[in-house]
């Protein structure tokens, strides 16, 4: 599904309460032994018996000594009721401020300065969107959520303010007439465009472009932006390195300077400052799955029974988000008393509070994991306007005009107009930012004058079927079922690596994927003419596809599907964490040892780092003394991992840290370096050419690739000795690489009392960008946890009761709760928790047990 640049793209928080009153009252709370009956009074009943209106028949809720809950109903609506009824109790906090966000409804939560972000929300329509995909639902599909919308009622009739969750405590402080809404359907099918914003793929990298080549000439903006490596690193399809595409030679596949060349430079110098404005727009906009960036992605791969000890596949997942307190995922189990027509059901895994059914996990047949495909699915057009009115081919076609009206906390409604094109909204209208790109382009291109917008057409503004995807996915029982299931997969587009118990393992790319009719969707093309625009989107059947390949496995992290099909994105992960998985699988198989749960598990937390791999070799010749001599010796000898207790890795951290600041920090802001697969495919192919433009700073006299090595190591000795002291037998990756659990809505508010209550953290980690065990950083802004693997599962289809799983956080997303962090010394470590599925594993394990009966049952 499976991140931050000089820009500030992690998500900062909502500023909001910087009221002092805010702080004294919470102070004063606890001071009078008032504050932990508030903090308890919202934890959910898990034992006993509860009357719900709603049920047709008893649920049991099971709960292991983590809290993870596995549902046992009746029916099928009774399953989702009570799955509603249950994220309720753990997570409606999280819930209720997700729908706020994709409904552009969080100024009515907080205030004034979250309009901007409510307008941009409201210019997509991602509610709107999410109405009309509710209402092409099957009747079937459509029925289940309704179900769990009542079940989601249904706690709300017992509870409100802090007894729903402390974070409504706090918020009464400045918000007191606050009350949640009923949930409803388009609640929880609305949060599916959030997932599809935060896994848009390669939109920054479009604007990244358009920047760069106001300042460089285009065969360096090609180099900025490195190709995939066809030929040498592993695709998705052909294994472990398959030949490159048809003409590759000549200019592969990935190689962006064609399209750099193709943008204008006048063009590119008219809309640079709109453009960086216009990334910092992006920014602003809550990254509900965590910060756009190489480092959003993640592992996925599953072993035929012929490499296994067990002669069953194994499946492992582990996607790369950012990290949140509480965790994206909620595990939890679905299952009927007995499957049959109106009971369906008999699966777990990670699910999203707030939405029914299980996104990732198992039933009683096939197992399935997702990592992100990252297509090209979001265009920007130039479009000619004048008054209510855009050019079309000749024609004056009328502009679709709607007002938004955005109710604002202690302050007056705003209203906002949206006008939108057939291809999609005029992003122009949410601020001068977007206003300037196209006001500058006729003056740079010899177009006439006139009033010039920029459209956005994405391919999650038109309503798809993915609302229904995950209950067929499901209900699957065969290669045949999933397929079909994930033909409705529309957006975001996924990797989805499959294995049943009967042996078989699959992988499949589905999503709504465009064809464009010109272009190749890394600049914005004039929107006046028919002949620039999407000609529809490539057929299910003509996506990537692939059953029991001889090789006996299936990798997929993000990197490039397959050299032959159709264009998909020029925007590949560079493949250096698909490698490293390949490398460790082939390794295992040329031993002749059989695979365990244990080894793939083993396998998720290698930290070996193909940067440092490179670089060790070409630091070991150089010619040094002083303290960039003394970090020379501290790397000779290192394996190159990034292990939380190595010194080696910290020192090395600050090193490529220091170096890439040496070499790009002239780069506009906007595009200076975070790190991760694109920077180390950059600098990687600078070092055979020791003597190019990158490896000259005069501001530090610096010159040559040698030097400017040798004086980023010494800067590196420096810093490291500043941050850890000036003993290096006592650095310490894990002492710099620090996780904190972030409150979505309070972890960043600026005030301490605050943010206690919510986050938890630091931990120490190890692994880095780009590497297997993908607990990356933001070289741009330091070396604390910007992404992280979100959940770690691995699937023995031999014995599901076998599985393991882990999820970052922990089932609660109750402050103080014993279960709101409880998995993450867990997660920490590498371990996992036993995961049962049969019934009789789920009885056995559990240690608190909830009988929900209907109302006078």
């Known amino acids: 599904m499976g991140t931050d640049a000089p820009r500030t793209r992690r998500h900062r928080g909502l500023t909001f309460l910087t009221v002092l009153l805010v702080t004294v009252l919470v102070l004063g709370l606890a001071a009078a032994g008032f504050g932990w009956w508030t903090v308890q009074r919202s934890f959910p009943t898990t034992s006993g018996r509860i009357e719900v209106p709603g049920l047709t028949a008893a649920v049991t809720v099971y709960r292991d000594d983590a809290g993870i809950p596995q549902l046992v109903a009746e029916s099928d609506h009774d399953l989702f009721f009570a799955q509603g009824f249950v994220h309720a109790q753990d997570r409606f906090w999280e819930m209720d401020f997700r729908r706020h966000v994709t409904a552009g409804r969080v100024a009515e939560l907080f205030g004034e300065s979250q309009v901007a972000t409510d307008a941009f929300i409201r210019t997509l329509d991602w509610r709107g969107i999410a109405e009309r995909e509710f209402e092409l639902l099957d009747p079937v599909s459509r029925a289940y959520y309704e179900a769990y919308a009542a079940g989601v009622n249904a706690y709300l009739e017992e509870r409100g303010g802090a007894d729903l969750s402390l974070e ?103 809309v640079a400052a709109p453009l960086t404005a216009l990334s910092a727009l992006l920014d602003g906009v809550p990254e509900l799955l965590g910060p756009e960036g190489g480092d959003l992605g993640s592992n996925s791969w599953v072993v035929s029974g012929a490499l296994t000890e067990s002669g069953k596949p194994l499946l492992a997942n582990d996607p790369h988000l950012g990290p949140a307190m509480p965790s994206i995922w909620a595990q939890m189990g679905l299952h009927c008393a007995e499957l049959r027509d109106d009971c369906a059901f008999d699966v777990a895994g990670y699910t999203f509070s707030g939405l029914p059914g299980v996104i990732i996990g198992h039933n009683e047949r096939i197992a399935w994991g997702f990592t992100n495909l990252g297509p090209d699915v979001a265009d920007l057009f130039l479009e000619r306007v004048d008054g209510d009115t855009y050019e079309l081919d000749g024609a004056a ?21 949206v006008r939108s094109t057939a291809r999609g909204p005029i992003v122009t209208d949410i601020g001068s930012d977007f206003a300037a790109v196209a006001d500058g382009y006729p003056a740079a291109s010899g177009q006439r004058e006139g009033e010039y917008e920029l459209s956005l057409r994405w391919t999650a503004l038109t309503p798809g079927r993915t609302a229904g995807a995950v209950f067929a996915l499901n209900r699957a029982r065969d290669w045949n079922e999933f397929r079909a299931a994930a033909a409705l997969f529309d957006v975001p587009a996924q990797n989805l690596v499959y294995a049943d118990v009967d042996g078989n393992i699959g992988y499949q790319a589905p999503g709504s994927i465009p064809m464009r009719s010109t272009g190749d969707g890394t600049v914005p093309l004039p929107g006046w003419t028919s002949e620039n625009g999407w000609s529809g989107t490539i057929p299910f059947d003509q996506l990537p596809s692939l059953l029991n390949p001889a090789r006996g496995y299936i990798v997929t992290a993000n990197n490039a599907v397959s050299v032959n099909g159709p264009a998909l994105t020029q925007d590949w992960d560079l493949g250096y964490r698909a490698e490293g ?48 001599a003394r970090g020379a010796d501290l790397l000779d000898g290192w394996d190159g991992r990034a292990d ?37 495919g950059v600098v990687d192919g600078l070092l055979g050419e020791p003597d190019a433009r990158w490896w000259t700073n005069e501001e530090e006299g610096v010159g040559g690739r040698d030097a400017m090595l040798a004086h980023a190591l010494e800067e590196a000795w420096d810093e490291a000795s500043d941050q850890m002291g000036g003993d290096a037998d006592g650095w310490r990756w894990g002492r710099l690489h620090t996780l904190t659990l972030t409150n979505q809505s309070f972890g960043e508010s600026g005030i301490g009392p605050i943010e206690w209550l919510f986050n938890r953290g630091p931990y120490e980690v190890g692994g880095g960008s780009s590497i297997v065990n993908a607990i990356g950083w933001d070289a741009s802004l330091g070396y604390d946890v910007d992404w992280v693997p979100s959940m770690r599962m691995v699937v023995d289809l031999d014995d599901f009761d076998a599985s393991g799983w882990v999820n970052l956080t922990g089932a609660s997303g109750h402050a103080f709760h014993p279960h709101y962090a409880d998995q993450a010394p867990l997660w920490q470590r590498g371990e996992t928790r036993p995961w049962p599925f049969t019934m009789e594993a789920v009885q056995d394990a559990a240690s608190e047990t909830l009988h929900l009966r209907p109302a006078g049952g």
Do not use: C
């Open 168 to 270: 409504y405590a706090v918020l009464g402080l400045q918000n007191p007439g606050y009350s949640p809404d009923p949930w409803t359907p388009v609640d929880s099918i609305a949060w599916l465009k959030a997932m599809a914003w935060d896994l848009r793929s390669n939109l920054e990298d479009e604007v990244d472009r358009a920047l760069l080549a106001s300042e460089l000439p285009p065969e360096e903006v090609a180099r900025l932006h490195p190709g995939y490596a066809w030929g040498s690193m592993p695709t998705i399809i052909e294994g472990p390195a398959g030949a490159a595409p048809a003409g590759a030679d000549a200019e592969p596949l990935g190689d962006t300077a064609a399209a750099a060349a193709a943008f204008d430079p006048a063009v590119a110098d008219a």
């Open 581 to 628: 998985i390949e490398r460790m699988l082939q390794e295992r198989i040329a031993s002749g040892t059989k695979l365990t749960a244990d080894d793939v598990a083993e396998i998720q937390l290698d930290t070996a780092d193909a940067n440092a791999t490179a670089m060790l070799p070409v630091i070991a010749e150089l010619g040094l003394e002083g303290d960039a």
């Open 644 to 680: 939380v207790d190595s010194a080696q890795a910290a020192y090395f951290a600050v090193f490529w840290r220091n170096l890439l600041d040496d070499m790009f920090g002239s780069l506009p802001d906007q595009t200076r370096p975070v790190g991760g697969d694109r920077w180390f």
């Open 397 to 417: 076609v009328p502009l679709a005009v709607r007002e938004e009206t955005i109710e604002v906390a202690g302050g007056d409604p705003v209203t906002v107009t």
